[in-house]
Antibody, heavy 118, light 110 residues
Framework: EVQLVESGGGLVQPGGSLRLSCAAS????????MTWVRQAPGKGLEWVSY????????FYADSVRGRFTVSRDNAENSLYLQMNGLRDQDTAVYYC???????????WGQGTLVTVSS | QAVVTQEPSLTVSPGGTVTLTCGSS?????????PYWLQQKPGQAPRTLIY???NKHSWTPARFSGSLLGGKAALTLSGAQPEDEAEYYC??????????FGGGTKLTVL
């Protein structure tokens, strides 16, 4: 069974940093692209970042480029999102999603909440 | 950045048919935007119903279908069920790897 479990969320002050993780199981992690998507409380979905299976292709949304860094460790079956310079508007539930074929968003995790507040 | 537009809310009767649409501020939506449709119920993670305009996942009920309609991406629900009440998001892909979600359509089955 495919499982994606996000962790690392919590309360952080504006300007602070946080590292999110997405632990994958039930499939060959190294074969699939991964994506981060976030959802502010009561709001819609926002794509954050994409990384392909070999980490050779990476994309970011304009709203996070230069502040967030996506990476993966295929040996550890884990995806990461390093978030620096956090702002109030980064407050959201962060989901990781696994791709398959031409679909970037085949399976979804349950999300982890990041709250940026003083 | 492009803006993706959806109807804020729609209502369908049980057993009825409804079409949700997804437009782009840059012009007509084409298959080259690889349109997706996702369903999200309160308190749950999203799940993908349709990708690449028309492709369904194994868990996508047969009553859902995707298409291009009048310059927009469309999600048609034929034979609505109470459990289809949810928020539906479309997303489009643009050059340079950018992906933009629509604001969502709240579908009520009533």
């Amino acid at each position: 069974e495919v499982q994606l479990v996000e962790s690392g969320g919590g309360l952080v002050q504006p300007g602070g940093s946080l590292r999110l993780s997405c632990a994958a199981s039930g499939f060959t992690f190294s074969a699939y692209s991964m994506t981060w998507v976030r959802q502010a409380p009561g709001k819609g979905l926002e794509w954050v970042s994409y990384i392909n299976s070999g980490s050779t292709t990476i994309f970011y949304a304009d709203s996070v480029r230069g502040r967030f860094t996506v990476s993966r460790d295929n040996a550890e079956n884990s995806l990461y999102l390093q978030m620096n310079g956090l702002r109030d508007q980064d407050t959201a539930v962060y989901y990781c999603a696994r791709g398959e074929g031409s679909s970037w968003f085949y399976y979804w995790g349950q999300g982890t909440l990041v709250t940026v507040s003083s | 950045q492009a803006v993706v537009t959806q109807e804020p809310s729609l209502t369908v009767s049980p057993g009825g048919t409804v079409t949700l649409t997804c437009g782009s501020s840059t012009g007509a939506v084409t298959s080259g935007h690889y349109p997706y449709w996702l369903q999200q119920k309160p308190g749950q993670a999203p799940r993908t119903l349709i990708y690449d305009t028309t492709n369904k996942h194994s868990w996508t009920p047969a009553r859902f279908s995707g298409s291009l309609l009048g310059g927009k991406a469309a999600l048609t629900l034929s034979g609505a069920q109470p459990e289809d009440e949810a928020e539906y998001y479309c997303l489009l892909s643009y050059s340079g790897g950018a992906v933009v979600f629509g604001g969502g359509t709240k579908l009520t089955v009533l």
